[in-house]
């Protein structure tokens, strides 16, 4: 990665201001494009005036995205931006070079159409946000809709006008390490997030100042890898996959996301690269998204790859015959199309069609009358504290608290000493979480948030042993995070373990922070164990068994092992990884300046044995619920140790009074659910109340539940709120095996409402003739 460097910034920032401003006019002068606002025929208008006057080589220039970073570059970059051979870049966050590409490509290109530049702004991009999986937790889409507005902002002024965001796979499977990217195992709960992040990201509209374009990402599938390995291969049946994984996509697709990026790996064979049924058939014909569709890295290569295409050639020709638009980073179209076009193979017109959504956007973006980022501004947007702030707050909501016995929890801000053990609990990279950028803000460690939250206070901290991956990322080496240094010996280990040991006996209370680093989870981060890496597991035993006060803190991007920790280790607190404010987000929490409000995106395994897991499966013989078939295991079982939707407080809720507006409906009509939440603790607090439901028969069998309505309240002590659920043809359609299509069958359903997948206050209704 190109870093980010201020003082080049500063000095750029004067230097050029004056000449950004005089460009800016000319260019708009020059340019002489109706302004943002316009409609879909003015856009398209000027579409086709563009494409009317563009060599063939310029046309499949803006299906050309090649890397700005020192790996994988062409390394005549220049003189191809000004023969308007590349439509964008990806992989640089260098304000100076953007704008240089910037000025070239408007400025010395034919028909002075500018570049986009994109680069994965995950979850913050200066200041970290929690990541995705952490912000689902909150069950508040306002949460990722405000921090990657705030990230969209960081980026902007930094010359980053495309995001590869959101990621939205469903993922059931906490073996594959994308689970952190992604908003968990739920359509419903998935969807929200997904319409959130697209808000956030691109604001009401493609081409709001101080926004991104956005993709929603990978298309489509790519969390059910067999085994939960990173691009391993995918079957699902087209029930799951309408029901369930391309569920979040139409929610973005809906919410006007400008960019679409496909998966990696085969869907039921057919790699999702060169997937027509999924990039035309689905996503054009039936969503009729307006966007582009960008491959994954370097994926029309893969086609090769996966033994579906024979050549280069004939990877460009299926890639563009099933719907590729922009091809990221291989430079296959680039080199192929052209003979293609030759041979008869494919079309000028169907160049046409791939070319014209990337104009479009590049049109509705507003980057033909503002292509350039004012770097005079720069420096004060990736300084604003309010983005801080917000992350804090972010990470607040995010925290799961899993267990909390006797009261464990908050802690007394009278104690006297605390000792801070694990290897994570002083590392400002791994509190951040994957898809770092050089120049982000490191997180505040736990040690210092400690420190701020209890001046008076002697707090320690004890490594007890370092962690790392067995088997190196292939992305340590240019990624913030991948330990460089040489493993440390089972000696020195032990040695920190005694260490925090002996801290732990001289402190009144410690605080544990276990789980994973950040390169443990993310892209080509898959686990076959759930275990805590390393040498945790022992550290946890040895200080729970000095019998002092233990509070347990999770810094990791996935569900990790807790089974012996939820019977010995009185509190527990699932952090994720919080980001820039970890530290004091995470002292906040326990010492109840915030109240823990976040609820579980991913039902919470037992160990890895029990994946895929997910609460929203279907009734089978000999259901669980009956007592002589309570396991589908003979040695433990088979239920999570804490369900989907879960998640305490300091306080307590009671949720009741459920009622529906009616208990019969036709289909298409819609009835309203309400049901009352008391706080009936001492503190305030959140509450996520949920609603689920379960149609009795049909077509198809159900699921035993499924999430359709979720709402988090805010309650002081004593008081009451009414929650409101619509449920109606959106809520009650499937899409049935049986009939090949969407249903809304008329038949009798179960509702629950309560604060977790196992809710118990029931009632029914019913969908007549
Ligand atoms: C590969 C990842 O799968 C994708 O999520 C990311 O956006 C691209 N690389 C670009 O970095």
Request: aromatic residues 8%; proline residues 5%; charged residues 20%.
């Amino acid at each position: 990665m190109l870093a980010l460097h201020s003082r080049a910034i500063f000095k750029y920032v004067y230097a050029s201001a004056l000449f950004s401003v005089c460009i800016l006019l000319f260019v708009t002068a020059l340019v002489g494009q109706e302004s943002n606002s316009a409609n879909s025929a003015t856009v398209n208008h000027r579409v086709e005036e563009l494409l009317k006057n563009m060599t063939l080589e310029e046309k499949i220039g803006q299906l050309n995205q090649v890397s700005a970073a020192n790996f994988l570059n062409p390394p005549n970059r220049e003189e191809l931006i000004e023969k308007g051979e590349i439509g964008s870049f990806l992989w640089s966050v260098d304000p100076v070079q953007l704008d240089r590409y910037q000025h070239l490509a408007v400025e010395k290109s034919r028909l002075h159409i500018p570049l986009l530049f994109g680069y994965d702004v995950i979850h913050g991009f200066r200041t970290v946000f929690p990541v995705p999986i952490a912000m689902a937790a909150s069950w508040d889409p306002r949460v990722p809709e405000k921090a990657q507005s705030f990230a969209a902002r960081e980026a902007r002024a930094s010359g980053i006008n495309w995001t590869f965001g959101p990621m939205v796979d469903i993922a059931r499977d906490a073996r594959w390490g994308r689970i952190v990217e992604g908003a968990g195992e739920d359509p419903y709960l998935g969807a929200a997030m997904a319409r959130a992040q697209v808000r956030g990201f691109q604001g009401p509209q493609l081409g709001t100042a101080d926004h991104v374009l956005a993709t929603v990402k990978h298309f489509a599938g790519y969390g059910a890898a067999e085994g939960g390995r990173d691009y391993d291969s995918v079957y699902l049946p087209e029930t799951s996959l309408r029901n369930v994984y391309l569920q979040p996509f139409k929610a973005a697709v809906d919410a006007g996301v400008g960019s679409l990026m496909s998966a990696y790996m085969d869907l039921n064979d057919v790699p999702a690269g060169g997937n027509h049924w999924l990039l035309h058939d689905v996503l054009r014909e039936e969503w009729g998204f307006q966007g582009f569709v960008v491959t994954d890295a370097l994926t029309t290569n893969d086609l090769i790859i996966h033994g579906f295409a024979k050549n280069e050639s004939d990877a460009a020709y299926r890639a563009v015959s099933a719907g590729v638009n922009v091809d990221m980073a291989s430079r296959i179209l680039a080199g192929q199309l052209g003979s293609l076009i030759r041979n008869g193979k494919i079309t000028v017109a169907q160049i046409d069609d791939a070319v014209r959504p990337v104009l479009a956007v590049k049109i509705r973006m507003g980057l033909f009358e503002h292509p350039y980022t004012d770097l005079s501004k720069t420096s004060a947007v990736l300084s604003d504290p309010a983005a801080r702030e917000y992350s804090r707050i972010a990470a607040q909501r995010s925290m799961v608290l899993l267990r909390n016995e006797n009261h464990t929890l908050p802690l007394s801000k009278k104690v006297s000493s605390i000792a801070v053990i694990g290897p994570l609990a002083n590392d400002g990279t791994d509190l951040d979480g994957g898809w770092g950028v050089d120049g982000e803000t490191p997180a505040v460690t736990v040690e210092a948030g400690l420190r701020s939250k209890l001046p008076g206070a002697t707090i320690a901290f004890a490594r007890g042993g370092e962690i790392r991956r067995t088997i190196p990322s292939r992305f340590d080496d240019f990624l913030p995070g991948g330990k460089k240094t040489p493993p440390q010996s089972a000696e020195e280990i032990s040695k920190e373990i005694e260490e925090a040991v002996a801290l732990a006996k001289k402190s009144e209370v410690s605080v544990l922070v276990l789980g994973e680093t950040a390169n443990m989870s993310g892209e080509y981060a898959s686990r076959s164990t759930l275990e805590l890496p390393g040498r945790q597991q022992e550290l946890l035993e040895k200080i729970v068994a000095v019998g002092k006060p233990v509070a347990l803190v999770i810094v990791s991007g996935r569900p990790l092992n807790m089974s012996w920790a939820n019977a010995h280790v009185p509190a527990i607190l699932m952090a994720w990884q919080p980001g820039s404010e970890a530290g004091n987000a995470i002292a906040d929490i326990l010492f109840a300046d915030a109240n823990p409000g976040g609820k579980l995106p991913v039902s919470w395994p037992r160990g890895a044995g029990q994946e895929p897991l997910y609460y929203s499966h279907n009734v089978t013989q000999y259901p669980e619920s009956d007592p002589m078939y309570r396991s589908r295991y003979w040695e433990g079982p088979s239920t999570p140790l804490y369900p989907f939707g879960f998640g305490l407080s300091y306080t307590t809720f009671s949720i009741a009074d459920l009622r529906l507006s009616k208990t019969e409906l036709k289909a298409g009509d819609s009835l309203e659910a309400t049901a009352t939440v008391t706080n009936t603790g001492a503190s305030g607090g959140d509450e996520v109340v949920q609603l689920y439901i379960h149609q009795r028969a049909g077509s198809t069998s159900r699921p035993i539940r499924e999430l359709k309505g979720f709402e988090r309240v805010a309650l002081q002590p004593g008081e009451t709120k009414t929650v409101h659920f619509t449920l109606g043809k959106k809520e009650l359609t499937y899409w049935s095996e049986a009939h090949k299509s969407w249903v809304e069958e008329p038949e009798e359903f179960d509702v629950w409402v309560g604060n977790s997948s196992t809710a118990n206050l029931h009632t029914a209704f019913r969908v007549l003739e």
